[in-house]
């Protein structure tokens, strides 16, 4: 685990989260529920494990001991479980959030303009929240990452208008055999 006077010099050295330093965690809250399907506690805890990241996991123990030290607006300490849940509940409401704009991009509630418009939005508020953590990424790899993931959601746009064209014409051969 190390030296405590490490853990205490590590704890001092993570400077995330300090733009919203004298926010409130409901304030984060509020502001997160506005932008995004996740909490304030599961946000943080969420980045906490991936900085804190181990051969063997995150250090759930050393998060939840210093929540207060590490996260600005989180006042308590969690137990390992906690910081576990929370982590976990992360990444399931990302999943649910995921397959949610997935299915309605396969589907075809949105035109590629509108995908393109989503994808926008999306980019500039996780952007945003990075920004709001502390947490930077290279220029070149942004614009890279957003390519890609704007011709996925092409691709996935044009697909899924030729499938439903395709079902069409199956329903209508269908309806005229009968």
């Known amino acids: ?4 006077e490490d853990r205490t010099e590590e704890i001092n050295k993570y400077r995330k989260f300090k733009k919203v330093e004298g926010s409130t965690y409901r304030q984060v809250n509020q502001f997160l529920r506005r932008y995004t399907y996740f909490t304030a506690r599961e946000w943080s805890i969420a980045r906490l494990c991936a900085d804190f990241q181990t051969t063997s996991g995150a250090e759930m123990t050393f998060i939840g001991a210093n ?8 006042t308590e300490p969690y137990t390992p479980q906690a910081v576990n ?10 999943r649910m959030a995921g397959a949610t704009f997935l299915y309605g991009a396969m589907c075809g509630f949105f035109t590629p303009e509108e995908l393109d ?29 957003e390519d890609k993931v704007s011709e996925v959601m092409k ?24």
């Open 1 to 4: 685990m190390g030296d405590p």
């Open 85 to 94: 849940q929370a982590r976990d509940a992360f990444k399931k409401k990302v």
């Open 117 to 145: 418009d989503l994808l926008f939005e999306s980019s500039e508020v996780a952007r945003f929240l990075m920004e709001v953590e502390g947490t930077t990424l290279d220029i070149d790899d942004e614009i890279e990452q």
């Open 155 to 178: 691709s996935v746009s044009r697909e899924s208008a030729r499938l439903l064209r395709e079902r069409s014409r199956i329903i209508e051969d269908t309806d005229k055999e009968e």
């Open 67 to 74: 929540l207060p030290e590490l996260v600005p607006f989180m």
